[in-house]
C-alpha cells in the first residue's frame, strides 16, 4: 500500500516545476534544491501523482497514476555518497524501479525506453562516447539535464540542441552558425550566425531556478610569500629539484611550480590565523605534498581534525574548534556541510566549476548561518596568479597556455626524452635532458 507523502517545496521549486518540459536544462546554482526539484517534476508531471494542498502549505503526494521507471545518472561521487537516494527517500517511489548511476556506466541504458531520465551535473560536451550514448537514450525516453553551470560557448549547447530536435547532427548546427578562423592551426569559431535564433533556442529549453539566497558570501584572498628561487629554478633550468633531473613535460613543470608555490609553511601560519577568529573551517587542497604539511602542522594543536581524500573518508568532526582536510577530487560536490560558516581554499584549484562546488558545499537552503566566509591563499608566483586570473574569469585554467604564451614560450621536443625547452628568437637550440 502506497504511503502519503508530504513534501514543502519553496516557491522558487515551485515556479521551476511549472516551466520544465521533457528535454529541459534546469539551471540551478550549488544549494538551490535542484535535485528535489527534478524528483518532484518527475512526481507530479511525468508519473501523475495524485497531489492535494495541506493546511501548513505543504503538498501531499498520492499514488502515481502514469507510473515510469527512474534513472539518475550523475557523477560516480554522488552515486557512491547516495545522496540521490536519501533524496528519493523522501519519496514513495514504491511503485516503480529507481536507478542511481554514473557517467561512466551510461552506456548500459542506451537500449532503455519509456523510462525517465535525470542526467544530473553536465558532462554532454562535444561528441564522444558519453554523448553519443545520451542520444541513444533521449531518443527513447523523456529526460531532463540539470547544472549549476550552464554551458559558456554555444558549442557546449549543440549535444542537447541536437537531443531537443532542433538539428540534425553536429555538422548541419556548425554549418548554419560556425565561422571558423581560417589561419588557427586548430579549428577555432571566430564569431556565430544568427545568435538571436541561439538565444531564442536557449531559452526554449533552459529553465532558471531564481532564488533570493538568504547567505552573503564574503571571499577574502590572504596573500603568502613562496620560494621564489626555487621557483626561479624550476623555470630558467627546466630543473626538478626534488627528483634531480630535467623537467620531461608542461604538465611536469606546472606540478613542480605549484608545489615550489604551496608546500610552504606561511600557509600554515595564515590557516592558523584564520581559524582564531572562525573556529571551524572546512579546507581544500590539491596534492598529497600539501595534506602532508597540513598534517605535520595542524595534527595535535587543540583542533578537531579529519579527512576525505582518495584513500580515506572521515565524517565531518563536532566540537567548538575543528578542521575538515578535504581534496578538491574527493569531496567537492555531493555533500553538505551546515555546522560552519568558514572554508579555506590552502591552494586553488584548476577547475572554475569545482571552485564553485567546493563552496556550495556550507552555502545550503538550511544553512543556519547568513554571512559565509571563504578565504582563498595565494601568492605573487605567476603561475599563482594565473590561476586566479582564470577563475576570475569564470574559466578552466590551462596549463599549456600559460607555459607557452606567459612563461617565456616553452614547447615542447621532439624525441624519446619529452623534455621541455624554451623557444629562442635566435642562436641555436639545444635539447634539455
Known amino acids: 500500500m502506497e504511503r502519503e507523502t508530504i513534501v514543502r517545496p519553496m516557491e522558487h521549486q515551485l515556479e521551476a516545476i511549472e516551466k520544465l518540459r521533457n528535454g529541459s536544462i534546469l539551471c540551478g546554482g550549488v544549494g538551490t534544491g535542484k535535485s528535489f526539484t527534478s524528483l518532484l517534476y518527475f512526481a507530479l508531471m ?36 547516495h545522496e540521490w537516494l536519501d533524496e528519493c527517500s523522501r519519496f ?20 532503455v525506453s519509456g523510462a525517465f531520465f535525470i542526467f544530473d551535473e553536465q558532462r554532454i560536451v562535444g561528441s564522444g562516447t558519453w554523448v ?29 540542441f541536437i537531443a531537443n530536435g532542433f538539428y540534425k547532427n553536429r555538422t548541419q548546427f556548425l554549418r548554419r552558425h560556425a565561422v571558423y578562423n581560417r589561419y588557427s592551426k586548430y579549428p577555432k569559431v571566430d564569431k556565430w550566425l544568427e545568435p538571436g535564433v541561439l538565444e531564442s533556442l536557449r531559452r526554449k529549453i533552459t529553465v532558471i531556478m531564481k532564488y533570493e539566497k538568504k547567505t552573503v558570501p564574503h571571499w577574502a584572498d590572504i596573500w603568502v610569500p613562496y620560494d621564489e628561487k626555487l621557483y626561479k629554478t624550476i623555470f630558467e633550468k627546466r630543473w626538478d629539484p626534488w627528483k634531480e633531473e630535467p623537467i620531461r613535460d608542461i604538465s611536469g613543470a606546472c606540478y613542480l611550480m605549484r608545489r615550489a608555490t604551496n608546500e610552504n609553511v606561511n600557509r600554515i601560519i595564515s590557516v592558523f590565523d584564520i581559524l582564531r577568529d572562525r573556529h571551524r573551517a572546512i579546507l581544500f587542497y590539491n596534492y598529497d605534498y600539501e595534506l602532508a604539511l597540513i598534517r605535520e ?48 581554499f590552502f591552494s586553488q584549484s584548476y577547475s572554475y566549476k569545482q571552485m564553485t562546488q567546493a563552496a556550495g558545499r556550507i552555502d545550503r537552503l538550511n544553512t543556519p548561518y547568513t554571512d559565509l566566509y571563504y578565504y582563498v591563499l595565494k601568492s605573487k608566483a605567476p603561475i599563482d596568479a594565473a590561476i586566479g586570473r582564470a577563475l576570475k574569469g569564470k574559466r578552466n585554467f590551462n596549463e599549456k597556455l600559460f607555459m607557452e604564451r606567459g612563461q617565456g614560450g616553452w614547447k615542447h621536443v621532439d624525441g624519446d626524452s619529452g623534455a621541455v625547452e624554451p623557444k629562442r628568437t635566435g642562436g641555436t637550440r639545444r635539447r634539455i635532458g
Open 92 to 111: 514513495d517511489f514504491s511503485q516503480i524501479s529507481v536507478t542511481v548511476d554514473s557517467w561512466n556506466n551510461i552506456h548500459k541504458y542506451s537500449n
Open 297 to 344: 602542522y595542524m595534527k595535535d594543536r587543540g583542533y578537531g581534525f579529519a579527512e576525505w581524500n582518495g584513500h580515506i573518508h572521515e565524517p565531518l568532526p563536532e566540537g567548538e574548534s575543528w578542521i575538515y582536510v578535504v581534496q578538491y577530487a574527493a569531496g567537492c560536490e555531493g555533500w553538505n556541510c551546515v555546522t560552519t560558516d568558514t572554508i579555506i
Open 132 to 160: 553519443r550514448e545520451f542520444y541513444r537514450i533521449a531518443k527513447g525516453n523523456r529526460w531532463i539535464l540539470l547544472t549549476a553551470t550552464p554551458g559558456d560557448t554555444w558549442m557546449d549547447y549543440i549535444p542537447v
Open 46 to 81: 511525468e508519473c501523475g501523482c495524485v497531489q492535494w494542498a495541506k493546511d501548513d502549505g505543504a503538498i501531499g503526494l498520492g499514488p502515481m497514476l502514469s507510473p515510469r521507471d527512474l534513472y539518475i545518472i550523475t557523477t560516480a561521487r554522488k552515486r557512491d555518497t
